[in-house]
């Protein structure tokens, strides 16, 4: 079997506002981070020895912030992952903090096989770090990015949101400029979620753009990565030629990952059946830590996906793509075509101009991608299951 790796290190200095994934705070001695590795190793291990993982094409380690795990914990870990493959992953992501990333841990990445960095620096303006609680202070930053593009030089992602608390476009304009100054080979535009019962939602809701403003926000963000050469290939996500992420397009096109670490998810996929099962750990660092993988069955949540469920999940992860889902894939899965599936959809869209001659979303669809997949999943529940 064929399958990426995603590995989740949920240690962070301190939540942010706006953050509702499963995450813990440490210290950088906290004694679990080398009982953690440890145990990630061993899930690892038991995940590829019993679903016969004889290749891994791409490896995710995302959190979190694996960057707190410092220059010996993370190439200690990626020692170990290198135990599973005999030739070495097209990609290996590591995301990290740009103000944890300090030359030492840089350093191991490289030595340990790294090929891209993904970096949280969402905004250099302060007000608007602050007001999401971001850690960090965002002179840190300028430094960091520079050792950061000397060593990976192109091959670093930057995560920047808009929406922010105080942005206005001036400001995004500013913090858009401030990163391309570094040439990283992929940007990541967030538009902020606030997400029910985050501290963002109590606390900073007077202070952000309302939703049109945020919108034009996001539009006029687009507009100048596209300008300076970044070209769209997903709802959020920008690169420059050859720079697009391997791994999240494993994710677009549905096929085959494991996930290992607490609230980690995996999903396997049998395409000769057009069915699939998922894997999600139990979001509890310390169950997990203690099991030490010996006994782990009781933390993991298997969910079957029948064809009904992976057909909906394809749609809705191949739109976000820009060339829309695979469409070989699609059949070889399903035994029918995009085009039989939602012809009604399709025509619609198109007669709008918001989708092209291939089954996938333009550019301006993309900004309706929620609406037409509500009109996709409908037209899915009449045309097979009503």
């Given at each position: ?155 670093f992602s930057v995560d920047l949101i808009t929406g922010l608390p105080f942005q206005d476009t001036y400001r995004l304009q500013e913090d858009i400029e401030k990163a391309l100054a570094y040439k990283p080979g992929h940007v990541s535009l967030y538009d902020l979620t606030v997400e029910p019962g985050t501290p963002l939602e109590m606390n900073a809701r007077s202070h952000l753009p309302d939703r049109d ?174």
């Open positions: 079997m064929i399958a990426s790796l995603y590995i989740h290190v949920p240690f962070c200095a301190g939540a942010c506002d706006y953050c509702d994934f499963y995450s813990v705070p440490v210290a950088p001695e906290d004694p679990r981070i080398n009982r953690y590795i440890d145990t990630l190793l061993a899930e690892g291990e038991d995940r590829i020895n019993r679903f016969s993982v004889n290749r891994i094409p791409s490896v995710y380690i995302g959190g979190g912030t694996p960057s707190l795990l410092g220059a010996s914990g993370i190439g200690r870990l990626l020692q170990g992952i290198a135990t599973f493959w005999n030739e070495a992953p097209q990609e290996i992501t590591v995301e990290a903090n740009p103000e944890s990333a300090d030359e030492a841990f840089l350093e191991a990445c490289g030595e340990g096989g790294v090929t891209r960095l993904s970096l949280g620096v969402q905004s250099f303006h302060e007000p608007s770090r602050r007001a999401v609680g971001r850690v960090g202070a965002g002179a840190v930053l300028h430094e960091r990015l520079q050792l950061i593009a000397e060593r990976f030089p192109q091959a403003e945020a919108d034009q926000l996001w539009i006029a963000g687009r507009d100048t990565l596209e300008q300076a050469g970044y070209q769209q290939y997903e709802v959020s996500n920008f690169a420059l030629p050859g720079n697009r992420s391997r791994h999240n397009i494993r994710y677009w096109r549905m096929e085959n990952w494991l996930g290992l670490g607490p609230a980690a998810s995996g999903t396997l996929i049998d395409d000769e059946t057009g069915t699939g099962r998922r894997f999600t750990n139990q979001a509890d660092v310390d169950n997990y830590v203690a099991s030490a993988y010996q006994e782990i069955g009781g933390l993991v949540h298997e969910e079957p996906l029948d064809r009904h469920t992976l057909m909906e999940e394809t749609f809705l992860m191949g739109f976000r793509y820009i060339e829309g889902p695979d469409r070989s894939l699609f059949k070889k899965r399903f035994r029918l075509s995009i085009e039989a599936c939602i012809p009604e959809t399709l025509a619609a869209w198109r007669n709008q101009g918001l989708v092209g001659p291939e089954p996938a979303l333009t550019k301006e669809g993309l900004l309706f991608l929620d609406l037409f997949l509500q009109d996709t999943l409908t037209e899915i529940e009449k045309k097979f299951y009503l």
